[in-house]
């Protein structure tokens, strides 16, 4: 079957799903496909914490009536290191907060909006394939239950993640990719336990890092840090709690509730960044073009700024005003990106225990506290963590904002 569309977005998460949103608002038709089920996409467990732009856009653009209602909004976190906990007031020194909402929230919320609109998402495509872009007849094939498409279009948006399509359908030579894969991993849960803090607590401890969070004021998300390749066999829930009541744990009888743990997995870390983001008129966004460690909270976000600049480079497009903002996508996304992995691996570097730092304790140990100790202990320290962590500024109009 043969049909046509002005961009073809391939993936359903975060990236698809609000660009579809921006270009829609724009009057610009997509189609978004995605190869797993709904359920799969609404359920899988991922990020929870929003920069105030990301929030400022979801609201300003008619999606964030829940994030309001249902988000937590938090006015800094906590650092934690030899028993103490430190406050990082981002609210005074930046003016800006952050959300603990869930991924998959939000991905609720984005898909709730697109149908609504009636424009195409399609669940469960299969042999999806992009061809034609290097010219200027970009075309992707796709079957949808059992018959064979056919998508002619304008551009092509690879929103499908680390492990999306677009990304190896680039020709050989364009791409550079730049990479750091860190000797660990977290161990993540979700647990029926009321948060025991208001606010976020990144832990440097003895025994590795520990990170709590939550998603409600009902259910508790905690991390720790493990190997790799560790085997989530050998984590009972018993195990787990012991470890995060020992990493977490100050001196002033803070300690994170205890409750049923209902969600588990390991994610491994991993710093990536390809250049350039763009091959014809292929462009990557999200997770399918960068990957961070989790330890600033930057994937989810960094995906949401690069789409804010594509919609609004495709709008300059189609609106007549010209190709300038498409042909710069890739530089101008890549200096917002680059300081999120500045970020995203010195809050890891600073808050993990190094596999060359045995035993532990040793002479990282000892530099990383000392490191917290300026952080925690001097306002430009503080100060330069806020700005980074409640999100750099983005300065690209929304749609409605355009004269
Ligand atoms: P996604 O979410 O991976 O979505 C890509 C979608 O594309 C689909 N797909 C395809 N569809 C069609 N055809 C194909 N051939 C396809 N191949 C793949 C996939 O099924 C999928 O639905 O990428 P996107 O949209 O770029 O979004 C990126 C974010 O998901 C990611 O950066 C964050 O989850 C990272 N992250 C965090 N980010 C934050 O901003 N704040 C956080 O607090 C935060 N915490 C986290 C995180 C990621 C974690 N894990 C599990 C990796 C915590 C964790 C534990
Ligand atoms: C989460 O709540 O899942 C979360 C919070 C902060 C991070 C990473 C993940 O840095």
Same mark, same amino acid.
């Given at each position: 079957?043969?049909?046509?569309?002005?961009?073809?977005?391939?993936?359903?998460?975060?990236?698809? /799903?609000?660009?579809?949103? /921006?270009?829609?608002?724009?009057?610009?038709?997509?189609?978004?496909?995605?190869?797993?089920?709904?359920?799969? +996409? #609404?359920?899988?467990?991922?990020?929870?914490?929003?920069?105030?732009?990301? #929030?400022?856009?979801?609201?300003?653009?008619?999606?964030?009536?829940?994030?309001?209602?249902?988000?937590?909004?938090?006015?800094?976190?906590?650092?934690?290191?030899?028993?103490?906990?430190?406050?990082? @007031?981002?609210?005074?020194?930046?003016?800006?907060?952050?959300?603990?909402?869930?991924?998959?929230?939000?991905?609720?919320?984005?898909?709730?909006?697109?149908?609504?609109?009636?424009?195409?998402?399609?669940?469960? #495509?299969?042999? +999806?394939? #992009?061809?034609? $872009?290097?010219?200027?007849?970009?075309?992707?094939?796709?079957?949808?239950?059992?018959?064979?498409?056919?998508?002619?279009? @304008?551009?092509?948006?690879?929103?499908?993640?680390?492990?999306?399509?677009?990304?190896?359908?680039?020709?050989?030579?364009?791409?550079?990719?730049?990479?750091?894969?860190?000797?660990?991993?977290?161990?993540?849960?979700?647990?029926?336990?009321?948060?025991?803090?208001?606010?976020?607590?990144?832990?440097?401890?003895?025994?590795?890092?520990?990170?709590?969070?939550?998603?409600?004021?009902?259910?508790?998300?905690?991390?720790?840090?493990?190997?790799?390749?560790?085997?989530?066999?050998?984590?009972?829930?018993?195990?787990?709690?012991?470890?995060?009541?020992?990493?977490?744990?100050?001196?002033?009888? !803070?300690?994170?509730?205890?409750?049923?743990?209902?969600?588990?997995?390991?994610?491994?870390?991993?710093? $990536?960044?390809?250049?350039?983001?763009?091959?014809?008129?292929?462009?990557?966004?999200?997770?399918?073009?960068?990957?961070?460690?989790?330890?600033?909270?930057?994937?989810?976000?960094?995906?949401?700024?690069?789409?804010?600049?594509?919609?609004?480079?495709?709008?300059?497009?189609?609106?007549?005003?010209?190709?300038?903002?498409?042909?710069?996508?890739?530089?101008?996304?890549?200096?917002?990106?680059?300081?999120?992995?500045?970020?995203? !691996?010195?809050?890891?570097?600073?808050?993990?225990?190094?596999?060359?730092?045995?035993?532990?304790?040793?002479? @990282?140990?000892?530099?990383?506290?000392?490191?917290?100790?300026?952080?925690?202990?001097?306002?430009?320290?503080?100060?330069?963590?806020?700005?980074?962590?409640?999100?750099?500024?983005?300065?690209?109009?929304?749609?409605?904002?355009?004269?």
């Amino acid at each position: 079957m043969s049909e046509q569309t002005q961009v073809a977005i391939i993936g359903a998460g975060p990236a698809g /799903l609000l660009l579809g949103h /921006l270009l829609h608002l724009y009057g610009i038709d997509s189609v978004i496909l995605e190869n797993r089920s709904e359920e799969y +996409v #609404v359920e899988r467990v991922r990020a929870g914490v929003l920069e105030q732009h990301v #929030v400022d856009m979801m609201v300003a653009t008619g999606v964030g009536e829940r994030l309001q209602r249902e988000g937590l909004r938090h006015g800094g976190v906590y650092l934690a290191f030899q028993g103490k906990r430190h406050r990082i @007031d981002f609210e005074e020194l930046t003016g800006k907060s952050i959300w603990v909402y869930g991924q998959n929230e939000v991905v609720r919320d984005l898909i709730d909006a697109r149908r609504a609109t009636g424009r195409p998402l399609r669940f469960e #495509v299969s042999g +999806v394939l #992009v061809a034609g $872009f290097e010219g200027d007849q970009p075309v992707v094939h796709y079957i949808d239950n059992g018959v064979e498409h056919e998508l002619r279009c @304008d551009f092509i948006a690879g929103c499908g993640g680390f492990h999306g399509i677009c990304r190896p359908s680039f020709p050989a030579g364009v791409l550079a990719a730049y990479e750091r894969v860190h000797p660990f991993g977290w161990l993540g849960i979700l647990a029926h336990a009321a948060p025991s803090s208001d606010e976020l607590v990144y832990s440097l401890h003895e025994r590795g890092f520990a990170l709590f969070s939550m998603r409600s004021p009902s259910v508790t998300r905690l991390y720790l840090q493990c190997d790799p390749d560790e085997d989530l066999s050998n984590w009972s829930d018993d195990r787990i709690w012991g470890e995060l009541q020992s990493r977490l744990a100050t001196d002033d009888g !803070w300690r994170p509730n205890i409750g049923t743990i209902f969600q588990k997995g390991i994610t491994p870390m991993r710093s $990536f960044v390809v250049e350039p983001m763009q091959c014809g008129r292929l462009f990557l966004a999200g997770d399918s073009a960068h990957i961070v460690p989790p330890t600033g909270a930057k994937g989810l976000n960094l995906a949401a700024a690069d789409v804010r600049v594509l919609s609004d480079a495709l709008w300059r497009h189609y609106s007549g005003r010209g190709d300038g903002a498409l042909q710069e996508y890739s530089e101008t996304s890549l200096r917002r990106v680059w300081k999120a992995q500045r970020f995203s !691996w010195w809050m890891t570097s600073m808050l993990h225990l190094g596999a060359q730092d045995a035993p532990f304790a040793g002479f @990282d140990y000892r530099r990383q506290v000392a490191e917290l100790d300026y952080v925690t202990g001097s306002r430009a320290g503080m100060t330069s963590l806020a700005e980074n962590y409640v999100g750099l500024p983005i300065n690209v109009p929304l749609p409605g904002a355009h004269r």
